[in-house]
């Protein structure tokens, strides 16, 4: 029973870290890919796009521009420390029979750098929200409308109509009309 019971948690946290690291894997194959020079460039056309809608001074703007490429850099560097951590525990699977005291490890490596980057997303997020208070009410409102196009286009889709506001779907981010 006791060994049921181990086994079937194991199991379970496999089947998470797997779904987890199929959810890394599918985050590097898109246009913003952060290894790809085209995602560099898309990147770079998107924020020259929002300083020129915010207006914002050019001290603003790398002030912006360093914490974006800081948060990139850095996120970067854990997803980089993951892949070796899933070909572990993909090698470790496919074994005839599975140490389970080495998957236990390797979900705890798995999920240090999940808790990682959690809180290096938390403290982006801050880091943001202490710039966007600097900024004036309608640079704020355009940031708004900013950060809920790129979510859409992060997650694969934009919003749809009747997600957003009434009249949501009518304004564009970036022209206001």
Known sequence: ???TKRTLIVAVALVSLICAGLAFARWGHGK???GDHRGQEARQR??????EKLGLT???AEELKAMFDEHHQKMKELKDATRPVLVAV????AKDESNEEE?????????TIQEQMKAERDAFRARIDEFKAGLTVT???QFLLFEARMFGKMHRRAMMPGEGPPGAEEISPFTGK
């Open 1 to 3: 029973m006791r060994r």
């Open 32 to 34: 913003l890919d952060m």
């Open 46 to 51: 998107g924020f020259n796009r929002l300083v």
């Open 58 to 60: 050019e001290e603003q």
């Open 90 to 93: 993909r090698e470790e699977l």
């Open 103 to 111: 998957l236990a490890r390797l979900i705890s490596q798995a999920k």
């Open 139 to 141: 640079q704020q409102a």
